[in-house]
C-alpha cells in the first residue's frame, strides 16, 4: 500500500499537534499555532502536508508557498524569521524494522515532493530539517541538493554537577565565582521579548547588517503557544537590565534561540545566563538543551565552552532553471518590503 499525502486545514489543528507530539522529530515550530504564525509574518500560504499508509499517519511536512507574479517558491520553514528548523517530521517510525522504516519513509518523502510539483509546480525548493531528523538520502534520490549543517546541544540527564564538570575550565570559573555577585535573573513576558530584541537590533545597526528576526513574530508565538512554551529571561545587574535570552521549551527540548547581546558590565554575564536557563530546564524535567546553531565560527568558540554535542541537520534544495534568480528576486523583494521595518535581530541559527 502506498503512502497517501494530503493536507490539514484549521479545523484540524488538533489532530495535526497529535502528529507532532508523537513525532520524536516534532518541534513547537510545527504546531499548528506556530505554523499560522510563521505564515502570518511572512504572508505565505500555509500547506500542512501529512502522509498516510492506510488510515494510519507516517509523518507530517508544513510548507510555505510563496508567489512573485510568474514565480513560485516553497520554503520549510520560511527564511526570514530565525526558525531554526523545521521540514518533515516522521510519525510511528521507530516501532518497525529498518528495512520497512526506511520504505516507508522514502514513499512519504516522494509522495510529499510529487505533491509539491503537481500542485505547486515551484521555481524554487528551501528545506531546513530538524537535527532529529538524521536521514536525507531520500532528498538527495530526487535530485535534491543536500549539505549538512550544525547545531549544539547538551545532555542534562546526568544532573547539574555532570553538565558543569563537562564546561571548560574558564566557564566553570565564570559561574562558580560568581555566586555573589550583584545580580539577578527573572522570566518575563511581552515587555522583556521586546527589550531583548532591541538590543539585539542595535548590535545588527551598529555592525550594519539587516536584522533578520521580526519582533512581533516572536509576539505572537507567546502569545499563541501554550503557557511556558517561549520563556524571555533577561539577566540585570543592580537593577538594570544587562542582557536576556528567550528560551524555547517543547516536551524533552529547552532551546537557546534569540539573544545574548555583549552588555557592558563587569560579570560574565551570558555564562551565567545561560547557565541559569539550564538549570532551569533541568528542573523542569528537560533531557536537552540546545544552543541554536553551530555554523558561525566567530559565534562558536562561546558556545563550544560549554562541552556540547555536535548535532547534524540538512540544508535542503532544488531549483529549476532561473530557481536561483527567483530566489535572489524574493529575498530583494522581502527586504524592501515594508516587513523589515517590524525585524529584530537574532543570534545565529
Known amino acids: 500500500m502506498s503512502v497517501t499525502i494530503t ?21 513547537l515550530f510545527h504546531r499548528y499555532d506556530a505554523l499560522e504564525a510563521q505564515a502570518d ?60 522504516q526506511e520504505k516507508r519513509h522514502r514513499r512519504f518523502i516522494e509522495g510529499c515532493i510529487e505533491w509539491i510539483d503537481d500542485e505547486r509546480g515551484p521555481n524554487y525548493v528551501s528545506i531546513q530539517t530538524g537535527w532529529q531528523y538524521d536521514d536525507a538520502r531520500p532528498f538527495l534520490w530526487n535530485e535534491f541538493d543536500v549539505t549538512p549543517a550544525y547545531t549544539y546541544t547538551i545532555d542534562l540527564r546526568d544532573g547539574k554537577d555532570a553538565v558543569i564538570s563537562r564546561f571548560s575550565k574558564s566557564a566553570r570559573q565564570n559561574v562558580r565565582n560568581n555566586t555573589d555577585a550583584s545580580y539577578t535573573i527573572s522570566q518575563g513576558g511581552q515587555r522583556e521579548i521586546r527589550w531583548i530584541l532591541d538590543e539585539l537590533h542595535e548590535r545588527y545597526e551598529e555592525q550594519g547588517r539587516a536584522p533578520p528576526i521580526p519582533t512581533t513574530f516572536i509576539e505572537e508565538l507567546y502569545d499563541r503557544l501554550p503557557e511556558g512554551t517561549v ?16 528560551l524555547l521549551e517543547n516536551g524533552s527540548i529547552a532551546r537557546s534561540w534569540v539573544g545574548g547581546a555583549t552588555p557592558d558590565v563587569d560579570i560574565p554575564a551570558n555564562d551565567l545566563l545561560e547557565w541559569h536557563m539550564m538549570c532551569d530546564a533541568l528542573d523542569r524535567g528537560v533531557s536537552f538543551f540546545e544552543i541554536v546553531g553551530g555554523n558561525t565560527p566567530r559565534l562558536n568558540k562561546w558556545k563550544a565552552k560549554f562541552s556540547p554535542d555536535i548535532q547534524t541537520y540538512y540544508r535542503v534544495k532544488r531549483s529549476s532553471p532561473g530557481g536561483e534568480v527567483a530566489e535572489n528576486l524574493y529575498t530583494t523583494l522581502r527586504d524592501r518590503s515594508s516587513l523589515v521595518s517590524r525585524m529584530g535581530p537574532a543570534r545565529e541559527v
Open 7 to 27: 493536507t490539514l486545514d484549521s479545523d484540524e489543528r488538533n489532530r495535526w499537534d497529535t502528529y507532532v507530539e508523537r513525532s520524536p522529530g516534532g518541534t
Open 41 to 100: 509574518a511572512t504572508d505565505s500560504t500555509l500547506h500542512p502536508l501529512v502522509g498516510y499508509k492506510g488510515e494510519e499517519p507516517v509523518g507530517i511536512f508544513p510548507l510555505f508557498e510563496f508567489g512573485k507574479g510568474p514565480l513560485t517558491l516553497v520554503f520549510s520553514p520560511p527564511s526570514e524569521l530565525g526558525v531554526p528548523n523545521l521540514g518533515p517530521a516522521l510519525v510511528h517510525m521507530d516501532q518497525l524494522k529498518q528495512r520497512k
Open 231 to 246: 520563556r524571555p529571561y533577561v539577566l540585570s545587574v543592580d537593577g538594570e537590565k544587562a542582557t536576556g535570552t528567550v
